[in-house]
């Protein structure tokens, strides 16, 4: 067995995780109070996880590790971001550069999985991969879109509508990366 593909199989099941326990943290917010008090350490638990993926699949590829940087850089900016006012020029700005991240750390990890697996024969994962990362370019793209239209008073229509676009996009995006990350993960473990 390829030790790069098992440690890339490992680095995705970890993304697998955090992208469940985000899930399943917004779905514990329905619960009263029990619910509110898990949620956190939900939250908690898929970042950390969400860092350790690409982390534990540094060496698999270079990408991961770019990956990797860009997950730290994400979560100072998560923190920063907590103490800017709701509103504002800056939020948007803030929240720009956090889609852009997001854009690249999707690039980055599937980039890093379609070669591995390109690579180990599953063309048809591989595929998925580059489908995903495009995917996320438009879902962070049209959330760009709205931030920057939502700065304009006049557009604010143009706004609700391309936010619920985004929203459709995201959820189905969503899904096919939860998807992807566990059969490629399951994918690359079994090479």
């Not at 599937?110 to 595929?127: I, M, N, P, R, S």
């Amino acid at each position: 067995m390829n030790e790069r593909f098992a440690v890339a199989g490992k680095g995705l099941w970890f993304l697998f995780l955090s992208v469940i326990l985000a899930l399943a943290a917004v779905v514990a917010m329905i619960i009263p109070i029990i619910g509110w008090v898990a949620a956190p350490f939900m939250v908690i638990a898929g970042l950390v996880l969400a860092i350790y993926g690409p982390y534990a699949a540094r060496t698999a590829h270079p990408n991961f590790q770019n990956a990797f940087y860009i997950a730290l850089v994400s979560l100072v900016l998560g923190i920063v971001s907590a103490f800017l006012p709701d509103e504002g020029v800056l939020t948007g700005l803030v929240s720009i550069v956090s889609d852009v991240l997001g854009f690249l750390s999707a690039y980055f990890i599937c980039t890093a999985a379609g070669a591995l697996l390109a690579e180990k024969g599953d063309t048809e994962q591989a595929v998925r991969a580059d489908l995903i990362w495009k995917l996320v370019g438009v879902c962070n793209a049209v959330s760009i879109l709205s931030t920057l239209t939502g700065w304009v008073p006049v557009l604010g229509t143009l706004v609700g509508i391309v936010g619920v676009v985004a929203g459709i996009v995201s959820v189905v995006a969503l899904v096919l990366e939860i998807i992807f990350y566990y059969k490629a993960s399951a994918s690359l473990k079994a090479a």
